[in-house]
T-cell receptor, first 111, second 114 residues
Framework: QKEVEQNSGPLSVPEGAIASLNCTYS??????FFWYRQYSGKSPELIMF????GDKEDGRFTAQLNKASQYVSLLIRDSQPSDSATYLC???????????FGRGTSLIVHP | ETGVTQSPTHLIKTRGQQVTLRCSSQ?????VSWYQQALGQGPQFIFQ???????GRGNFPPRFSGLQFPNYSSELNVNALELDDSALYLC?????????????FGPGTRLTVT
């Protein structure tokens, strides 16, 4: 059973702070990693994907991947109240393009 | 907006009934995946269709079935509805031309079984 683990939270950070969201996965063969944002009552929205070890930056978002330790993280700089949502980590198993989703981490950014 | 559409938006059914949910994929995408998302959980993979053939299936019973049409739109059918089938049903489309097969979700169908 391929597993993707996330702390359900909620993670509460003040406006302007850095929010750090973490995800661990069990399949060492996984090659691609996705972060989705899901607002309450809405569908998931793809915000970041990463394939290589290290960091990938896109605006205020940075994805960090460490394949040896089997974790991927998402950093949100200068957090805004509009970033308040559930963040889902998705990891396809090696040899598959069908992702397994974590249960998501709820992020609350308070003014 | 992803270009993926789903219908209907909301649906209320009675236990034992059957339901059909529909999805139109994003232009240029030939792969459609269906997910079930219960409250407070991540999406759970039901099955995937690629070029009208089932291309993978999650741990769901046979009363969950699907179709993909030549225009790559898709249907999810659920027979003999149970109370636990109440969830948000998500359709996602993707394309082999995207390096990581990124999936783009539609707005979902909220199914309530009473």
């Amino acid at each position: 059973q391929k597993e993707v683990e996330q702390n359900s939270g909620p993670l509460s950070v003040p406006e302007g702070a850095i929010a750090s969201l973490n995800c661990t996965y069990s399949d060492r063969g996984s090659q691609s990693f996705f972060w989705y944002r899901q607002y309450s009552g809405k569908s998931p929205e793809l915000i970041m994907f990463i394939y290589s070890n290290g960091d990938k930056e896109d605006g205020r978002f940075t994805a960090q991947l460490n394949k040896a330790s089997q974790y991927v993280s998402l950093l949100i700089r200068d957090s805004q109240p509009s970033d308040s949502a559930t963040y889902l980590c998705a990891v396809p198993s090696g040899g598959s393009y069908i992702p397994t989703f974590g249960r998501g981490t709820s992020l609350i950014v308070h003014p | 907006e992803t270009g993926v559409t789903q219908s209907p938006t909301h649906l209320i059914k009675t236990r034992g009934q059957q339901v059909t949910l529909r999805c139109s994929s994003q232009s240029g995408h030939n792969t459609v995946s269906w997910y079930q998302q219960a409250l407070g959980q991540g999406p759970q993979f039901i099955f995937q269709y690629y070029r009208e053939e089932e291309n993978g299936r999650g741990n769901f019973p046979p009363r969950f079935s699907g179709l993909q049409f030549p225009n790559y739109s898709s249907e999810l059918n659920v027979n003999a509805l149970e109370l636990d089938d109440s969830a948000l049903y998500l359709c996602a489309s993707s394309s082999p031309r995207d390096a990581g097969y990124e999936q783009y979700f539609g707005p979902g169908t909220r199914l309530t079984v009473t």
